[in-house]
């Protein structure tokens, strides 16, 4: 059963849990601080398909299986998955996913997809319209260069606020269980636009949005930063997490001791080029799947906020210079 906290928070009553997880990653993030955590790496850019976005579309197709594996489920028991990507109308789900023959729903949040799908199959098992549901997410370097930026042939310079695409992918298995991490409460965030247009510059972009669905969260709920054990946006980067910790202490709220962010802590910055940290859909996904839900099943953590940020954009909006809207969804996830 699902009730209304507040004006924007969903409290999910029954235990909805999370009994499989699966995540797959590439060759720069196997060179990351979080290379021995991810359930696989693929070190091919092509992961040897004859595109990059094919290569995307196997990436999805292996997170799926190794959440399958993890949560002891075949394909026939998923009743729906909720499954999105960055590229154009989400082939890399549709695509990746249709060997599979399980019925789909695809998402478009960008780089909060994550975050939508895990709220999209959450109620439709509290709401009895599946009783095992899935969701899956990606992104690939490559591929999200070629459609929103430049080819990689054409060597462009980054400027040191640009993010580095993730190239990964991870997968969630959720039902009702009793043990296990569990989704509490889901906060569904509103758009934010502060006119930025510069696409180089996604986590100023994406702040404001993380900002005000945390803050809608708080107020919901009568919560505050302090019970939680982690407070982890994907993917803000460096500069977007300045921006938030910015925004949030005009309210009087600090999260700085209790936040990391999926794009800070998927690279070394210091050692690997990736400017201002992680981003792509694949990035919260893959963090999420490889290190933050095995620790909350070691005890590391009890209760935390995952709040993924989306830059609603288009080629086709950014072309005609258009600013970039943003969105960041909420999901309280707990083992208590």
Sequence with gaps: MIKRTGKYTLTFQDEINITGYGSVAGKKESEGPLRDNFDKLIYDAYAGQKSFELAECLFQQEAVILALNSAKKKADDIDMIFAGDLLNQCISSSYGLKEFDIPYLGQYGACS?????????????????????????????????????????????????????VTGSGCCVLEKKSKGAKIRHATIGRIRDYNISDLNNMGAAMAPAAAQTILDYLEDTGSSPEDYDLILTGDLGFVGSKCLYDILSADGVDIVGRHNDCGLMIYNRDKQDVHSGGSGCGCSASVLCSTILPDMHKGKYKNILFVATGALMSPTSSQQGNSIPAIAHLVNISTQ
């Design 113 to 165: 997809t994550m975050a939508q799908g895990l709220i999209m199959a959450a109620m439709s098992v509290s709401g009895g319209a599946s009783n095992c549901s899935a969701c899956v997410t990606s992104s690939h370097f490559c591929s999200a260069e070629r459609q929103y930026r430049f080819p990689l042939e054409y060597g462009g310079q980054r400027t040191p606020s640009a993010q580095w695409t």
